[in-house]
């Protein structure tokens, strides 16, 4: 194996499996615990968020709060986190966890669409392709024998698929909004502390800022260990942007999704239809189609999963 796959493999590898499982875990918490989905989300942003702050503390690197920075956060930490996990974990009470790893990589192919209708971008033909093909292959996971496996489910399916579309909405409109010169982990630290707030802002109208039932035994252990697994992802992904850039990280995709199936049969014994593989093999064409040329710029993120 050439030195430079040895090098990436293992970051991109531990950084899928991450990506992975904690929209399962997500779901064991609230199927299990009994805990509101936003609460979910609010403790793993928060606790995410607070880990990444002590981690700046201790390199040095200052979190800006400036009007700037504060309009970067806000715009990408509700986006990318207040409402995405919204739409998630709502819908994974019910759609299976590996019907979610299927749509993950509609992302970065709908942030070439959302790129090409601003003009941010000239999409290549290519990059179109590959965006249809990735969308052929999200219907397809949705029909009978597929990753769907009740047609009663697809509302909730269908629901899910509003998680990348903020995802994609976030890298657009915020290529715009990022400030020049900040360091990553600074920019991610205040995401996800914007992220949480609006979190807060979302839970307490809709009653779901309240104590679950779960909170003893094993099940409490799961939230620290989501928000203690969001903060490594995001300092994996830093490594991985500096040491080999974009393009091979965005890679990382294709793991998520085959990550996001194996653990959802694990965890919840989700056995996919036989339709899931050419279903898969559909967004892995569309993916790798996208990703071949340089991605659109884009503020380091989780959702440029």
Known sequence: ????????????????????????????????????????ALAAAAGSAAILLLVCRARGQAVPWDRAHLRHYA???????????????????YAPAGLFALLIPLSP???????????????????????????AGVALAMAPGAALPEP???????????????YAVSNVAAVRLAPQGTPPLPLAAGTLCAGA???LLLAVPTGQFRLPPGLGGW??????????????????????????????????????TMAGLLWGFLLFGEVPGWLTI?????????????????????????EAR
């Open 1 to 40: 194996m050439p030195r430079v796959a040895r090098e990436v493999l293992p970051t991109l590898f531990a950084l899928g499996a991450i990506w992975g499982l904690t929209p399962a875990l997500g779901k064991r918490l609230i199927l299990s615990g009994g805990w509101p989905p936003l609460l979910v």
């Open 152 to 166: 009663r489910l697809l509302p909730w399916a269908l629901l899910m698929t509003l998680t990348p579309v903020c």
């Open 75 to 93: 715009v990408a930490g509700v986006s990318s986190l207040a409402l995405a996990n919204f739409f998630a974990l709502t819908s994974l009470q």
């Open 109 to 135: 192919m709908l942030t070439v669409l959302f790129a090409a209708v601003i003009g941010l971008e000239r999409p290549s033909l290519g990059r179109l392709a590959g965006t249809a093909l990735g969308l």
């Open 219 to 256: 099940v409490a252990l799961i939230a620290p260990l989501q928000a203690g697994l969001t903060a490594l992802a995001y300092i994996l992904y830093f490594r991985s942007l500096a040491a080999r850039g974009g393009v091979v990280t965005s890679q990382v995709g294709y793991i998520v």
């Open 197 to 199: 707030a609006g979190l």
């Open 278 to 302: 050419p279903a898969a093999g559909l967004v892995f064409a569309g993916l790798a189609l996208v990703t071949m040329r340089r991605p659109v710029p884009a503020p380091v993120q989780p």
